[in-house]
Structure formats: structure tokens, C-alpha cells
């Protein structure tokens, strides 16, 4: 397996592909939240990196491939999007409203944790992009400073929490039109949240798609403000 792992030039896209099958198969046979596919597979991941003492340099020179598919998996998103856009043009305050509240409190928030953390400004900047779509935030993450790998790290964290919890949330708070539900996963937790989105439905599916653009722009907007903040 290291000798794989060093010598095959699609080593990182074979185990990355292969990991996340294996979440997708315990998600679809179990259905425990906690047993997200994305979850898994990075676990397993890990485990066999550590397991084969393989770099993630090493690793990262065949999984960069999956890396150019973020950007066309993101802008096909707009399918479910069109689909409902009448939906859209008679709510379109609300959804204005919606994602710009949402955008301004994740800034908001990691403003006030990082003061009272006392986080330095790279790490306070490396934070700002959390919740939206990692083909944005890198780019944010660097152009304002930030450590990029560690924005990744984040942006994937936060997107499978909101996968996990988001549907249990909007619960908890009887949250139950679907436009609501599919801006707040979108918002707080870009694609990964948006997967969750359309297993609820097509319209919050659609409301999710639209957040992860539009939140993502206002992100680029705000962030660069927010960033001289600290």
C-alpha cells in the first residue's frame, strides 16, 4: 500500500473515492447522521495515511485531481436553482434578508470568538471564510493572509456539521418552511449542507443552491472589511 501510495500518480483520487463510497454505503445502510460520507472518508483517510506513514504532500499529488471538479460541481448547482425560479422572484426580500443576516452573523461570530481568544490576525482571517464553498474560501483565506489549508480544514467541518445537525436544528426551533430551512443549510454550511438541502426537498434544494452563490459573494464582500477589524 505505501509503495501505492508513492509510486501511482492516481493513488490520492483512488483512496479518496474509494473512502467515500464506504461513508456513502454506511450512511445508506445505517442512517445515522453521524455517519456522514464526507465524514468517513476523511477518517479513513487519515487512518491510512498514518497507517502507511505517507505525507499529505504525497498523497495530495494524486488527490489534486478531485481539487479541479469543485468549481463545475458548485456552478451545476443552479439546476435545482432554475427550476424553482418563480419560487424565488415572489420571496426574493426574504431571501435577500435571509442570506445576508446569516453571512453577517458567521462574520460576526468568529469576530467575537477570535477577540475573546485572543487569535492572532491570520488565524482570526483563516476563520472568516468558514461557511461558504471551499472554491471561494481559499481564495478569501489567501488573498486576505490566511493559513489555506487550515481554512479548508474549517470549511469542511463546518459543512458536515451543518449536514449532521442542520435537519435537527430546524426542528428543535419548528422551523418548517422549506425556503427557510434550504438558506440557512446553504448559507451556514455551503455544498455539504446543500447535499442535506436536497434530500429534504426540491425547494430546499433550490433556496440552498442560490445561498451558497450569493453567500459566498457577500463573504468576498464583507470579509475584506471584517479582516481590518482585528
Not at 499529505?56 to 435545482?80: D, Q, R
Request: proline share 2%; charged share 10%; aromatic share 8%.
Amino acid at each position: 500500500m505505501t509503495q501505492f501510495m508513492q509510486t501511482s500518480a492516481y493513488a490520492g483520487v483512488t483512496i479518496s473515492l474509494v473512502a467515500y463510497g464506504l461513508g456513502a454505503f454506511l450512511k445508506r445502510k445505517f442512517r445515522f447522521g453521524l455517519l456522514n460520507p464526507l465524514l468517513i472518508s476523511i477518517i479513513v483517510t487519515i487512518l491510512l495515511l498514518i497507517g502507511c506513514n505517507v505525507d499529505y504532500e504525497t498523497y495530495n499529488e494524486g488527490a489534486k485531481y478531485l481539487s479541479w471538479l469543485l468549481t463545475p460541481a458548485t456552478v451545476c448547482l443552479a439546476i435545482p436553482l432554475y427550476e424553482e425560479w418563480e419560487l424565488l422572484k415572489n420571496n426574493a426580500k426574504a431571501v435577500v434578508l435571509g442570506i445576508l443576516s446569516g453571512v453577517l452573523t458567521s462574520l460576526v461570530t468568529v469576530l467575537v470568538l477570535s477577540k475573546l481568544m485572543g487569535l492572532s490576525h491570520e488565524n482570526y482571517v483563516t476563520l472568516l471564510p468558514k461557511s461558504i464553498t471551499t472554491a471561494i474560501g481559499m481564495g478569501v483565506s489567501e488573498e486576505l493572509g490566511g493559513y489555506v489549508t487550515i481554512t479548508v480544514a474549517v470549511i469542511v467541518i463546518t459543512g458536515v456539521l451543518g449536514n449532521i445537525f442542520g435537519e435537527l436544528i430546524c426542528k428543535l426551533f419548528r422551523i418548517h418552511e422549506p425556503i427557510s430551512k434550504g438558506l440557512a443549510l446553504g448559507t451556514a454550511a455551503h455544498a455539504i449542507g446543500t447535499a442535506k438541502a436536497m434530500e429534504l426537498g426540491e425547494i430546499e434544494g433550490a433556496m440552498s443552491s442560490l445561498s451558497i452563490a450569493v453567500a459566498g459573494i457577500l463573504t468576498v464582500i464583507f470579509a475584506s472589511v471584517f479582516a481590518g477589524l482585528i
